[in-house]
């Protein structure tokens, strides 16, 4: 039985665990700056991990509980007693409100909100076209948070009601992602250090980034260091590993692994450019360090935050060719890479704090507790 006054909202957060990268950031933010009087957490975990003990170090009520993957057959079972122990989870907590932090989530915020009679959020962290939208049934969510206005625009253009979804823009900690106190090293060998950060995994598409290296011309590929940070998914790292050969790229691109979250800033302060496929919180990270970053999107739409030869370099399309002509272009034009740096650091910096992102969150919390 839930223990908090009549005035405290208790709401369920389910999410993935993992390494301590994009969501698992977000989540921090969020759960270290709301009024938790007024709003106290609970977030179940799919798996432990750095995210479930991270969020007990910080005080924060976290559990692990399982969350079998919703629409696999082998799982059909499984995920209903998962589900049934998350209701038990949340009426024992008081819950009022269920947050999913992605989309994968979300039929299990569903479940709980039909059968405690309470309303839920999901939170689109990434892009969906029509089917996708239909596949998780986001029609059924009370409420649809979405970190971007194109997919916004994609959330109505589905027939998701305008007045069920928010755009809350992801945040950066500006003492965490500080360029002062992890200032951008100054160095005169020539060589450009290309970074890509996040879970390597097929929807990160890192083959598609070695394939347009694989283009560039030699005097370039030569004054290149590339890392690659972030924990492997073992079968899409085999493919990687065959590409290395079939590119000749063996010995350029390095695999350090997963980090810990506290050296993600002197990381990001040591690239000289930060390449990304697959968008996510890190372009806004490495921005508040200086760190210049092109964006590679299949989808033209202008972005609010990362615009085009203003705040960043960004791509309209993914093909190989293009993207190899976007690196080539970056990597021998540095003061054009120090204009970049600059100004989407003071871009981030003016618009991407925690304080928005957590009262824009609270207030969507407020509105669906006032309609309840």
Known sequence: MSMHGENAYPVLHLSRCGPIYGLARQLLYFTNHIDRQRFPLIVAVDEPGPLKDELIRTNVGCVFRPMSPWRSF??????????????????ENGCRIVHAQ?????????FIAERLGIPSVVHIRGPLDRRDIVKHRLIRADAIIAIGRRYVDDLIAAGIPAERITLIDDAVDF??????????????????RIGMVGRISREKRVR???????????????RLDMTIIGATD??????IESDLDRLRLRGLVR???GIPAAQMPGQLANLDLLVTLAGGSVIYEAMAMGTPVLTVSRDSRPRQHTRHDQTAWCLGTDQPQE?????????????LRRRLGAAGQDWVRRHLGIPAMV???QETYERLLKHA
């Open 323 to 335: 993207v190899a002509k976007a690196l080539a272009l970056l990597a021998d034009d540095e003061p």
């Open 175 to 192: 003492d965490l992602f500080s360029a002062e106190k992890y200032p951008r090293p100054a160095r005169a060998d020539g060589i450009v």
């Open 208 to 222: 598609e980034l070695l394939e347009a290296v694989a283009l560039l011309p030699q005097e370039i590929v030569q």
């Open 102 to 110: 992605d989309v994968w989530k979300a039929e299990y915020a569903y």
């Open 255 to 257: 695999f350090p692994g």
């Open 359 to 361: 009262r824009a969150t």
């Open 74 to 91: 082998p799982y059909l079972v499984s995920r209903h007693l998962d589900a049934r122990r998350l209701v038990k989870l949340a009426r």
């Open 234 to 239: 073992l079968d899409y790292q085999r493919e």
